[in-house]
């Protein structure tokens, strides 16, 4: 598949030099090029999952070695790799199940023979998922689980369920990929529409005439704070500006062109200007399996007054941004050092850049660091595409969206290199 | 040629009109310079690592991000190591980014790189001209579309530069990239460059313009705190000029300047100024070790060595700026300080220190080593207790244990250093012998030197590689005394008369003493040039009020004024050339019109007060001779009334204050004015009425004057009468 590895290698090249900015983007393209090496790959006859797995594994290394700091792809690969096992397990699961339950509807002979096995294999594969791994709040709560994968499944397990063993098996292989391709698809809607979900619950958290505290500039903040805005709620947002890239300036530009009342601040601001706000509403760059956030830099400083004055502290993350990873992990990059040019102009300073005079080491650095870690306990809520959780919830979320096998995939190839 | 020309330029003009070309770049994958030997006899300046990467990596790397799509790679010296290169790297398989190498083996300069680049008609419009041993991460686009809106209007604005801003201080400028000044002449509003002087000699403190430019431009920025940074956007007309200029070697010191001083059909360069990305260009061995070390601080972001890391060997960035690479084998007592880069593969034993370095692949350093601002490059092997301070260490070299290399030491492939050898600061090492030929010019000489040493050089090496145990044991056998037992290698004899210069462009950072000389000749210059200059100004104590500087200076001015009047008397010069002295003494004192009327009048009376004279009469007549004479350098300066006044103001400062001779004379010579069309009677009537309401005293010439302004006022009636009949 030549086109298959240009595709894959180009998009190595982008994510290397760091052209593609925000975990947004960067999941969304990472999905589609799995999706098309998904579609690429040959299956055989015997173990589809498995190819398809260590085909997906193996783009996905690349991936993550290319810019082992924008999460978003490790997510993205560990999302796409357990959607294959899903798949994969519900029509054999079903499989089995049909044979059950046809043995038993043998024994006692008619009747409801033809409706049983289609709810019935929809029940197993619940179940299977269960025995997969810990149950969750929400598939406790709810009978079914999610309706993402299910319906294809089911239906898949009900037509195979009479068929005979070889067609079943050719058929099988080509819905796999059908299957996976089907949920990948969905996985990408979930992204482009990630804004939008988080956006929908705004209503429920911003009030009539109360002050908003956001750093740096976010899309999801942005369409967070307008959907409300949209609801006729009537309250004013204060942007600190995000220093070095001063991000905030972009979107104290958008809030205002959108009819919000806006004021920005310094970031340096932020502590005498917390007492006054109702809630801090901020984006995050990821959001580790702890609890805790990855963040533009400056957030933790924000987080810190925001406790101090028992201001809510609100991080608004997609799903495609929740990393099943701890902080603790040296596996996981945490900061990317950009250029120090964003604080400070070279040509002014050049002359403390000076090398070739004294010890030859210079006493000027300078760290422009991107992200910060916001610690879980300075976290009050994580409102996702699923609605708002405690960061103490956090590792259950993860625990839906990923399979435990995937988490230590990762290291796995590292001694290969 | 001819024929192929004309089709070149049929082409040229063809894809302008198309709506859109991809941009194309020129790289020079060779310096022609030797400032790298003896490193570049054995590998081109381009492959040389930096921060463990070869040059042109950086260089392709940011071609690439900047939106190139097609790059000509110009290889000359070592050609076949640079395609070679290439070949295998990852730029010849990315879609939308094509590398053509273009081989030449009797190209002795850039200005033969861009004739052939030219001849062979691949360049289609607008291209970036770069060399290969430049690093950069500013964004083109903006430069580019300046440069294209440019040559819409003005299809003379051929070439576009690159510049940045940096500290004026020639310390900085000599410790940071080890260059000389820079001094540029610029047009403020349109950025066009007017005048560009490398190598400008800072202990003469001196420089000089050609006046012409002063005459031509209403304005100009003189700048000595920009750095060029060796991009270029060009037009095709450069590489046409380089054909029809067929004397043009250098890319600056001949094309540039050419085109600034001949003035050839007007064409134009202009400069774009970056101001927060990083541009600059590894000259000689100390830009070499900046260079390296802005990477390290991230300068170049996103061209750092966790960003950029090749295959698979994967660079981390750990606390402090230290890089380092997987598979390291590190001893646990052994200290790895702060912005230090350690390649893949290299091992370190026990006790030993690195700080301020970086270290290849696959290195072997042995315990209780010293590695300190030093480059070491790959698979390098330093025994136990070695020391290196700022040195650079080609590939493969051995350093047998307790030898030590001192400041500004270069060993180059291969070389064997034997047991406890100190080599002499500043020394260059290499298996090769020193070419015999001395350079005279570096540049122009360089390629008949290169072709007769590559082929002795790649000579060696064969045989070095053929039969490395025989070679080895001869070679220890020839040379073993000049680099302690065992060592293999030859150390370069300085050249004559850059003995002194060593010091600049080496790795090693300045001597202090030679900082505080470089410090101290700054300082002198200070002095002399303020002393030159404004000499009342930097006494010391600066008057805080401005008003008796002013006037310092309008007494200042008028002794010049008549100094100049004074030497214009005796040696006869035109009143023409009076005007012109007069007028750049005006300027340079920041002074009206009026001040120069009333300090030339000034210098006129004086005048005719030191002709000899006994009488008042004779007075007169002395005044009536010096105005006659002067008149046409008096009326220069009187443009209007209020000059005018000024001048009567001052002749009755002159009849009060220094000169009470004339004042009996006040109304005769008036009059005198007057007749000549000096002073009109307008002017007088103001004088007149400005000092109706002054003081008795001041009113006194009014009054002596009174008969004259009476008649004054009644002639102009007459004359109408006379008019009338």
């Known amino acids: 598949m030549p086109d298959v590895q240009t595709l894959v290698n180009e998009f190595l090249f982008k994510l290397k030099k760091r052209k593609i900015e925000g975990s947004h983007a960067t999941a969304r393209q990472t999905t589609i090029l799995l999706r098309s090496v998904i579609s690429q790959q040959r299956i055989p006859y015997t173990h589809q999952a498995a190819a398809l797995i260590d085909a997906v594994k193996a783009v996905g290394e690349q991936l993550v070695a290319a810019n082992p700091v924008e999460l978003a792809v490790g997510n993205i690969v560990r999302r796409v790799l357990h959607i294959i096992r899903e798949e994969d397990l519900s029509p054999t699961t079903v499989a089995i199940a049909g044979l059950n339950v046809s043995a038993v509807s043998d024994d006692e002979g008619d009747t409801d023979h033809d409706d049983h096995p289609v709810l019935s294999a929809a029940a197993v594969a619940a179940a299977s998922r269960n025995t997969l791994r810990p149950p969750s709040l929400q598939t406790l709560l709810e009978d079914l689980p999610d309706s993402a994968a299910v319906p294809h499944t089911s239906s898949s397990g009900g037509d195979s369920e009479g068929k005979s063993k070889s067609a079943d098996k050719s058929s099988r292989s080509r819905r796999l990929k059908h299957d996976v391709i089907e949920a990948v698809n969905e996985l990408i809607e979930d992204i482009d529409t990630c804004h939008e979900q988080i956006a929908e619950q705004a209503v429920e958290h911003i009030h009539q005439n109360e002050v908003i505290l956001t750093l740096g500039s976010s899309r999801t903040v942005l369409e967070f704070l307008c959907a409300a805005k949209e609801k006729k709620r009537s309250f004013r947002v204060f942007v600190a500006e995000g220093a070095p890239r001063y991000q905030g300036h972009l979107l104290a530009k958008e809030l205002v062109a959108r009819g919000l009342q806006t004021t920005l601040i310094a970031d340096s601001a932020v502590f005498a200007m917390i007492s006054r706000v109702n809630m801090v509403i901020v984006g995050a760059h990821a959001v580790m399996a702890n609890g805790g956030v990855i963040a533009p830099v400056g957030l933790n400083m924000v987080a810190l007054a925001a406790q101090r004055h028992a201001v809510p502290f609100v991080v608004l993350a997609g799903s495609h941004k929740l990393c099943p990873l701890y902080p603790h992990n040296p596996e996981v990059l945490l900061n990317e050092l950009r250029s120090p040019s964003e604080l400070l102009d070279f040509g002014e300073f050049s002359d403390c850049m000076d090398f070739g005079s004294g010890t030859g080491s210079p006493l000027l650095h300078v760290v422009n660091p991107t992200f910060d870690y916001v610690p879980p306990k300075l976290v009050s809520l994580f409102i996702t595409d699923t609605g708002g959780h405690n960061p103490s919830y956090v590792y259950r979320l993860i625990a839906d969206y990923y399979s435990t096998d995937d988490l230590v995939l990762q290291r796995k190839p590292a001694p290969v290199n | 040629m001819a024929p192929k020309r004309i089709r070149a330029r049929a082409v040229s003009d063809d894809p302008e009109d198309l709506a859109r070309v991809p941009l194309q770049a020129v790289l020079l994958a060779d310096s022609f310079t030797t400032r790298f030997r003896p490193i570049t006899l054995e590998r081109p300046k381009v492959l040389l690592p930096l921060v463990n990467l070869p040059m042109i990596e950086y260089t392709l790397a940011w071609l690439e991000s900047a939106g190139v799509e097609e790059v000509f790679v110009f290889c000359c010296a070592h050609a076949k190591q640079v395609m070679s290169y290439l070949e295998n790297s990852q730029w010849k398989s990315l879609p939308k980014f094509s590398v053509t190498t273009i081989e030449s083996h009797n190209s002795i300069s850039a200005g033969d790189a861009l004739r052939l680049i030219y001849e062979r008609n691949v ?478 009048f000034h210098s006129m009376m004086k005048l005719a007060l030191d002709a000899p004279h006994s009488m008042q009469n004779e007075l007169l007549r002395n005044v009536h001779n010096t105005v006659n004479a002067w008149q046409k350098l008096l009326k220069s300066y009187l443009p209007g009334k209020d000059e005018e006044i000024e001048v009567i103001l001052k002749f009755e400062e002159i009849c009060l204050e220094s000169v009470k001779e004339l004042s009996p004379l006040f109304t005769q010579i008036l009059h005198l004015l007057y007749d000549k069309d000096i002073i009109t009677e307008e002017a007088i009537e103001d004088w007149e009425s400005e000092k109706k309401d002054a003081d008795e005293a001041d009113r006194v010439f009014v009054k002596q004057a009174e008969i004259f302004l009476q008649w004054l006022r009644e002639a102009p009636e007459e004359d109408d009468e006379e008019d009338g009949e």
Request: glycine share 6%.
């Open chain 2, 123 to 600: 360049i289609h419009g607008d291209f970036v001209l770069i060399s290969g041993d430049t690093l950069s991460n500013m964004s083109l686009t903006r430069a580019l579309q300046e440069h294209k809106e440019r040559k819409k209007k003005d299809s003379n604005a051929i070439m576009t530069m690159v510049v940045q801003r940096s500290k004026p201080s020639p310390i900085t400028q000599q410790s940071r990239l080890g260059t000389d000044g820079l001094f540029m002449a610029i047009d403020p509003t349109t950025k066009q460059l007017l005048y560009y002087e490398e190598n400008t000699n800072h202990s003469k403190g001196t420089l000089s313009i050609d006046k012409m430019l002063l005459v031509d431009n209403t304005s100009i920025t003189l700048h000595n705190d920009i750095q060029d940074c060796y991009i270029d956007i060009c037009s095709l007309e450069v590489l046409s000029l380089f054909t029809d200029n067929f004397d043009y070697q250098h890319l600056r010191r001949h094309f540039v300047k050419g085109l600034l001083i001949d003035d050839i059909m007007g064409y134009k360069i202009f400069t774009h100024e970056i101001h927060s990305s990083y541009a600059a260009r590894v000259d000689n061995y100390r830009g070499y070790d900046t260079i390296s070390k802005d990477i390290i601080q991230r300068w170049t972001y996103p061209l750092v060595p966790d960003v950029l890391s090749l295959g698979n060997s994967a660079t981390k960035l750990e606390r402090q700026g230290m890089y380092r690479s997987s598979e390291i084998g590190q001893s646990r007592s052994a200290q790895i300080g702060p912005h230090t880069v350690i390649g893949t593969g290299t091992t370190i034993g026990s006790n030993t220190k690195i700080t301020n370095s970086v270290v290849g692949k696959g290195c072997t350093i042995g315990s209780n080593a010293v590695i300190e601002g030093s480059y070491v490059w790959d698979n390098v092997i330093i025994e136990d207790e070695c020391e290196l301070r700022h040195a650079i260490v080609c590939d493969g070299v051995v350093m047998k244990s307790r030898s030590v290399l001192k400041p500004g030491v270069v060993l180059s492939f291969k070389v064997v250093i034997g047991q406890n050898f100190v080599v002499p600061p500043y020394s260059k090492v290499s298996l090769l012998k020193q070419p015999t030929k001395q350079d005279s010019d570096e540049e122009l000489e360089y390629a008949d030197n290169n072709s007769d040493t590559l082929d002795s050089a790649t000579g060696t090496m064969d045989k070095l590689n053929g039969d490395p145990l025989l070679e080895f044991s001869e070679m220890e056998h020839h040379v073993s005394s000049e680099l302690g037992y065992g060592g293999v290698g030859y150390i370069w004899s300085l050249c004559e008369g850059s003995h002194e210069e060593e010091w600049r462009h080496s790795v090693a950072p300045i001597p202090a003493e030679k900082l505080a000389e470089i410090t101290q000749v700054i300082e002198d210059d200070l002095e002399l040039v303020s002393q030159d200059s404004n000499a009342p100004a930097s006494s010391g104590e600066l008057k805080p009020d401005t008003q008796i500087n002013a006037e310092d200076d309008a007494v200042y001015f008028e002794k010049e004024v008549e100094a100049t009047f004074l030497r214009a008397v005796n040696e006869n010069v035109e009143v023409d050339h009076v005007i012109l002295e007069v007028n750049s003494l005006r300027l340079s004192y920041n002074m009206q019109a009026a001040d120069c009327a009333g300090a030339i």
